[in-house]
Nanobody, 125 residues
Framework: QVHLQESGGGSVRTGGSRRLSCSIF?????????????MGWYRQAPGKARHYVAD???????GVASDLRGRFSISQNSAKSTIDLEMTALSPEDTTQYYC??????????????WGQGVLVDVSS
């Protein structure tokens, strides 16, 4: 019924910047959702745990993982259908798969979290 479209992955040199985007789409092709929701980014390297990166909650409150503050920032469009993750001063330690997640509230609160398929960010020296 709902899927996430992720974009912005790719290769970047150390010290460079990259912007990831995640958008909500319904099965009819329309974007967005009626229910309140949190949208965020997580990252996971092979064999490692998935870690929180940044999010914007249902009230528009922004959060960024403490170790990424100052380098990463997050924003959202007015329709709350898309989030952008701006990544700067990238290093090879940032190389991993990045996943978008939506958590649902209100009458959709029974829905499980929706996850994107992941995009690769490859930071080379």
């Amino acid at each position: 019924q709902v899927h996430l479209q992720e974009s912005g992955g790719g290769s970047v040199r150390t010290g460079g910047s990259r912007r990831l985007s995640c958008s909500i789409f319904r099965s009819d092709g329309a974007s967005g959702a009626t229910c309140s929701h949190d949208m965020g980014w997580y990252r996971q390297a092979p064999g490692k745990a998935r870690h929180y990166v940044a999010d914007i909650d249902r009230d528009g409150v922004k959060g960024v993982a403490s170790d990424l503050r100052g380098r990463f920032s997050i924003s959202q469009n007015s329709a709350k259908s898309t989030i952008d993750l701006e990544m700067t001063a990238l290093s090879p330690e940032d190389t991993t798969q990045y996943y978008c997640r939506v958590r649902w509230y209100d009458v959709c609160a029974h829905w499980p979290d929706t996850w994107g398929q992941g995009v690769l960010v490859d930071v080379s020296s």
